[in-house]
């Protein structure tokens, strides 16, 4: 699955930026405070009017302190998926649960230096793990290919069938680097400059996947 990210959209033309990846699997919204990470993006008002303009399943992953106040309106806006944070989530299995309820997929994610180890237990609530493969806050971020390990470790965990969950990867995928995370057991990759910098956005998302799914 490839999901491109629309932090390297033009914000001004949400609507058609998502048009021109039509065929992406999942539209990627990077949901930054200012605070969890030091970027500040969009919010809820934004995320609801493009969930009106497009029929792409949304996938929200919020970089935000206090998620589990604000995760479950993204749920009821209509995201497919809806991603908070280790570092910043409370309680995540209840977190997990009001997502669900609210029709949503929910989402882990673990910024680069945080370890899984702590957190497979509770992926059994998750539908989604989102490795960041860069620090979040920005895009045009290089690949840090360590974090592979992680992917490695849960691929095994669902492969044995003893966990069920998508394992996403977040931060510097592109032609140079999204075989080497395919490789590694990603089923699904977030691509913001690799897609929105390319001439032909819909274009890149093809040729993205045929090198993901040829390694
Ligand atoms: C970074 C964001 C990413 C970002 C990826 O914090 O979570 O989704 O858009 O951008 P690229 O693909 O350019 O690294
Ligand atoms: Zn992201």
């Given at each position: 699955?490839?999901?491109?990210?629309?932090?390297?959209?033009?914000?001004?033309?949400?609507?058609?930026?998502?048009?021109?990846?039509?065929?992406?699997?999942?539209?990627?919204?990077?949901?930054?405070?200012?605070?969890?990470?030091?970027?500040?993006?969009?919010?809820?008002?934004?995320?609801?009017?493009?969930?009106?303009?497009?029929?792409?399943?949304?996938?929200?992953?919020?970089?935000?302190?206090?998620?589990?106040?604000?995760?479950?309106?993204?749920?009821?806006?209509?995201?497919?998926?809806?991603?908070?944070?280790?570092?910043?989530?409370?309680?995540?299995?209840?977190?997990?649960?009001?997502?669900?309820?609210?029709?949503?997929?929910?989402?882990?994610?673990?910024?680069?230096?945080?370890?899984?180890?702590?957190?497979?237990?509770?992926?059994?609530?998750?539908?989604?793990?989102?490795?960041?493969?860069?620090?979040?806050?920005?895009?045009?971020?290089?690949?840090?290919?360590?974090?592979?390990?992680?992917?490695?470790?849960?691929?095994?965990?669902?492969?044995?069938?003893?966990?069920?969950?998508?394992i996403e990867i977040d931060g510097g995928i592109n032609a140079d680097t999204?075989?080497?995370?395919?490789?590694?057991?990603?089923?699904?990759?977030?691509?913001?400059?690799?897609?929105?910098?390319?001439?032909?956005?819909?274009?890149?998302?093809?040729?993205?996947?045929?090198?993901?799914?040829?390694?």
């Open positions: 699955m490839i999901a491109p990210s629309i932090l390297a959209a033009d914000f001004a033309r949400l609507a058609e930026e998502a048009q021109a990846v039509r065929g992406a699997d999942w539209l990627h919204v990077d949901v930054m405070d200012g605070h969890f990470v030091p970027n500040l993006t969009i919010g809820l008002p934004v995320v609801q009017a493009l969930l009106r303009s497009t029929d792409i399943p949304v996938d929200c992953h919020l970089m935000i302190e206090d998620p589990d106040r604000w995760a479950v309106d993204y749920a009821e806006a209509g995201a497919h998926n809806v991603t908070v944070h280790a570092e910043a989530v409370g309680d995540p299995v209840k977190v997990a649960k009001n997502i669900r309820a609210a029709g949503a997929r929910a989402g882990l994610s673990v910024r680069p230096g945080t370890p899984l180890e702590p957190w497979t237990e509770l992926l059994i609530h998750y539908d989604t793990l989102l490795v960041m493969s860069v620090e979040p806050g920005f895009g045009g971020q290089e690949f840090m290919p360590e974090v592979l390990d992680k992917v490695r470790a849960v691929r095994r965990l669902v492969d044995r069938g003893e966990l069920q969950v998508l999204i075989a080497e995370a395919a490789a590694a057991g990603v089923d699904c990759f977030v691509a913001g400059s690799a897609v929105y910098g390319a001439d032909d956005p819909a274009e890149a998302v093809g040729r993205l996947r045929t090198m993901a799914e040829g390694s």
